[in-house]
Each structure stands twice: as C-alpha cells, then as structure tokens.
C-alpha cells in the first residue's frame, strides 16, 4: 500500500546514526559510530537509592501529570547552576525543562521557522538538529567552517546578502562532528551580527563541561544583554541520555511559545526523571561526579590519539580540547562513505563524514569516530583495524 505521507516527513532521510547504530548492537561489532557516554559515568546507585525513596514517598506526585514548563524545584536549581556557574540566563530570562536537548532545538524551530526561512549553520554540523530543521521547511545554508569554527566574515557576508535568515544555529564548543570550538572574540562577533540583521541565536551545548584541555571559553548566552539567544543543554552527557531531560533558557516571552509547542507535542518532560535528577542536584556532586566523566574521557581521547597515530598516521585529525568526538579527513581523496563501508564489513563502526552536511547528496573524504564509548581495547583493536583498511585502500588506487 502507498502512504500518503506529508511532504515534510517524506524529504527526511533517516538519521545514518540511528541506522549504523542498529548494526552496532551485533555482538562483536566494535562501535566507534555513536555519541553515547560510556555507562561506567552512569550513577547508577545514587540513581537507584533516590528512586526508591520517590517511589516510597513521592509517588503520587511523580506519576501524576505535570506542568509543561516542568519540575518547580528542577527549573530553580538548573536556573541557579546554570546562572551562578556559567552567567547563562538573566532578569529577562526564564528556563523550560524540555525532553532532551533534541527537543529544545525541535521546538524553537517550530518557534520561529516559517516555510522558506533560512537557517544558517555550520558545516559539518549534527544531524539531529538539522533533520529538527528541515522537518519545518526551512532552507538550511552552510556557513564555511574552520578550525575556530564558524567563519565570521562569510557569516557577515552571507547575513548581508540573504533574505529571511532567521536563526543561527550554533554549537560552539566542542561541536559536533568536527570537534572544533569557536573563540570567545568570535562569539562577541556572531552576538554583534545577530543583532545588526535582527537574527534569533541557537545556541546547542550539550558537551560543554565534558572539557579536558585548554581555557575555558564562555557561553554566547552569557554574553546576551539583548535577548538573542536560546540556549539549549542538555543532562544527557553528564548525567545519562536516557533519561530525557534538557532545558532551555530564553527570554520570557520565548519561554512562554516554546512552552505552548511543548504542550501539543509531549505535555511535559518525564516527571519521574525530573524528581530523580533534581534530587541528584540538590543531594549528591554533579560537579565531582562530572571530573569523573572527564577524568575518563580524557583518557580515552589519549588512547585514541596516540592508537591513531601509532596505526593509521596517515590520518589527518586535531584531537579536540572537550566532547566526545574526533573528526578525521582520510588522506588521497578517500570517500568517506565507502571507507566506512568497508570498515563496516571488518567490524568496526564509524560515522561518514558526508551525514553532517546540509547538502545530503554531496560527499566528503571524512569520518567521525567517538571515544567515549568504546573500552580501551575496542579502541587499540578498531584503530588498529582502521590503519589496515587504509593501507588497503590506498594500496588498491596504486
Ligand atoms: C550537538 C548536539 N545537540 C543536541 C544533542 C541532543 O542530545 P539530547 O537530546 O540527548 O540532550 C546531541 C546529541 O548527541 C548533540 O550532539
């Protein structure tokens, strides 16, 4: 039977994550494709101790229905951290608890886009945000990209030249895929850019804490006198994905629109979750517990580093100073689609470099590979295996 499907499902291609990352659940298969954390960070006891005194006392309010703007006591403590901690979120702001950061970037698209507006985005940029994107007609438009990020004379050029730009959509800091994160000079610059075309900032920073070199740089959001930008974080990095919660700080009256989107499209946030993390918050060390995090992904990251250039040196990759990602152009004009292929077939998985791009069709000699996840030995066994693949396929050109 034909579906009559609409036509803003229809152009959506699945997510090549979500699709690799049902192979990488064959056993055997040694994953460096997702942007999970790995589950050693999970905190599973302190998790399973507070859910048992909800459970004990607090049932009734945890699984009754909510408000949409979420857990009272979760918004204030997420407000404060965030505001006490980063300067993120002002007299004119409010925050929203949302169902992951994929929400809150969902939401302020269906905020502000209109059919035929334009977002303008890095490139490579994640895809979930840009599938969030298209998913309202809008058309997607490349900002050139480079080691500082976003290039901030083609973004003055392009926000001169363009009608109908309505958002920037940004993740500054250890974006994902490239790795990058984008000067504070910069962000002054985007914020003074915004501003002079009267242009919404998106600003998704969900690996923000996960640094583990170099100075720490601020938030955009903190830099916002004017109310420009929505910023989107997210607990799945530093506390566990699967239990949905992010949140959004934004001027009120965005706050109050994005609370409206929310009510037609989930009611709210899973309240369990929202008691359990707040709890978390006020009782135990998210802060203690994210060193943690970052003492093990730091590690790993050196692991991958030095596995990739002891088998693969032909490899070209700057190891990032935070995130979960390290994005790596393979040499001879290898297509990084096939070479994932190929790894495919050895057991190892990877991410193509052209899945980032707005222009799906175009291709890209890059791939994507996490660190976070794999064990050590996953990760000396998959590098090892990447080397091999590229003497392979260099080999195969000669
Ligand atoms: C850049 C970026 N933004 C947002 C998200 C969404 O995360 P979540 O919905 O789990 O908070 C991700 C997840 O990988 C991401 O990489």
New binding site residues.
Partial sequence: MEYAFSSRISALQPSAIREILKVTSNPGVISLAA?NPSPETFPAKDMAEIAAEIFEKRFADALQYGVSEGYDPLRRVTAERLREKFSVGRDFDDLIIVS????G?ELSAKCFANEGDVILCEEPS?I??LNALRSYGVRLMAVPCGPQGMDMGALERILAETPRVKLIYT?PTFQ?PSGVTMPLESRRRMLALAEKHGVMILE?N?YFELRYDGQYVPPIKSLDAAGRVIYCG?Y?KIIA?GIRL?FVCAPKAVIAKLTVAKQVSDVHSNLFFQMLVCEYLETRDLDAHIAQSRALYKEKLERMTSALREHAPMLDFTAPQGGLFLWCVLPGGLDGAEFCRRMGGKGVAAVPGASFLVDEGAGSPAIRLNFSLPSARQIDAGCARIGETLKECLGERQ
């Fill in positions: 942007g992951g950061g994929q929400q970037i994640f979930g945000a993740i994902n998704d969900p997210s799945s994905p992010g």
